[in-house]
């Protein structure tokens, strides 16, 4: 799992042809949009049961997950522009493969790769973290209030 690439092994980015990288990089512009929209579903996710809170170390876990959440909204939105200046590029390539610098260029996909793999470890850790506290705050604020209903 901690693997997280598209790309074949070896040396595909160095050997790969224009065409090749463009799909490739679509398939992460595509995953980072998807990404994106899940996103928006966390952080609607953290609203709903936010208003149910009422430990205040339940309210400081919501914080912190809410804060690493928007660290990856940022990481995502930045992503996002990288990938499609990327295929910009690519698109350039492909019209003119003499355009650039291609070793520079495939040193730079390596990177945009790199920092996809990291968003998507980050991401998946935050996503667990959520649903994490979400089940916590339903069960354990759950029993508080049926206590409470109880108790009155």
């Known amino acids: 799992m901690n693997d997280l690439r598209y790309r074949p092994k070896n040396n595909f980015i160095q050997t790969a042809n224009w065409q090749e990288l463009f799909t490739l990089t679509e398939h992460w512009k595509s995953d980072l949009l998807f990404y994106k929209d899940d996103l928006r579903f966390l952080h609607k996710l953290i609203d709903n049961y936010f208003m149910y809170v009422s430990k205040k170390e339940n309210i400081d876990s919501v914080l912190d997950i809410e804060v690493n959440l928007l660290k990856v909204d940022k990481q995502c939105?930045?992503?996002?522009?990288?990938?499609?200046?990327?295929?910009?590029?690519?698109?350039?390539f492909i019209d003119n493969p003499f355009a650039g610098h291609s070793a520079q260029f495939r040193t730079d996909h390596e990177n945009l790769e790199e920092a996809f793999t990291e968003f998507v470890k980050d991401f998946r850790k935050n996503r667990k973290d959520v649903f994490g506290i979400t089940e916590h705050i339903i069960n354990v604020e759950e029993l508080v209030r049926r206590l409470n209903i109880i108790s009155t």
Do not use: M, P, W
């Open 77 to 92: 939105a930045s992503l996002l522009k990288n990938t499609n200046e990327h295929l910009h590029y690519i698109t350039e």
